[in-house]
C-alpha cells in the first residue's frame, strides 16, 4: 500500500471550523477529536501522511506544542504511525483482543 501526502491547506479546508472558542477543552484536544472524526469517516484515508508539525501549526495559527499533543494522542489511540523524519500516517488502531467482535461477524 503505497503513502500519499496530504496537503496542508487540503487538510485545512477538511478540518473546517475545529476551534470552539467558548469551550473549556483545550485546543489539542479538539484538534485531536476533528482530526479522529476526518479519519473515522474515511475522509483522511490510511496511510495517508499529514503535512509536518511546523507547517500545520502555522497553517493552523496555533502553536506547534499544540499540534505535538493533539497527534501525540492520536498516535496513543492508536490512529497515526510516527517516525522521526518521516511524519505521521493513518492507521486503524488493532481492536482490543478482549473485546467481541461487533454483532453478525463470526469470530
Same mark, same amino acid.
Do not use: C, H, K
Given at each position: 500500500?503505497? @503513502?500519499?501526502? /496530504?496537503? @496542508?491547506?487540503?487538510?485545512?479546508? #477538511?478540518?473546517?471550523?475545529?476551534?470552539?472558542?467558548?469551550?473549556? =477543552?483545550?485546543?489539542? %484536544? !479538539? +484538534?485531536?477529536?476533528? #482530526?479522529?472524526?476526518? *479519519? +473515522?469517516?474515511? %475522509? #483522511? =484515508? +490510511?496511510? =495517508?501522511?499529514?503535512?509536518?508539525?511546523?507547517?500545520? $501549526?502555522?497553517? #493552523?495559527?496555533? &502553536?506547534? =506544542?499544540? *499540534?505535538? &499533543? $493533539?497527534?501525540?494522542?492520536?498516535?496513543?489511540?492508536? /490512529?497515526?504511525?510516527?517516525? !522521526?523524519? &518521516?511524519?505521521?500516517? *493513518?492507521? +486503524?488502531?488493532?481492536?482490543?483482543?478482549?473485546?467481541?467482535?461487533?454483532?453478525? *461477524?463470526?469470530?
Amino acid at each position: 500500500m503505497s @503513502t500519499r501526502r /496530504f496537503g @496542508t491547506q487540503s487538510l485545512v479546508r #477538511l478540518l473546517g471550523n475545529w476551534q470552539e472558542s467558548t469551550s473549556r =477543552t483545550p485546543l489539542w %484536544r !479538539q +484538534l485531536a477529536e476533528a #482530526l479522529r472524526l476526518l *479519519i +473515522l469517516d474515511g %475522509r #483522511l =484515508t +490510511l496511510q =495517508t501522511r499529514l503535512p509536518g508539525e511546523r507547517e500545520l $501549526a502555522a497553517a #493552523l495559527n496555533v &502553536s506547534r =506544542t499544540t *499540534i505535538a &499533543s $493533539a497527534l501525540g494522542q492520536l498516535r496513543e489511540e492508536g /490512529f497515526l504511525y510516527s517516525r !522521526q523524519g &518521516s511524519g505521521s500516517r *493513518i492507521v +486503524l488502531p488493532e481492536r482490543p483482543a478482549d473485546l467481541p467482535p461487533p454483532s453478525g *461477524i463470526p469470530s
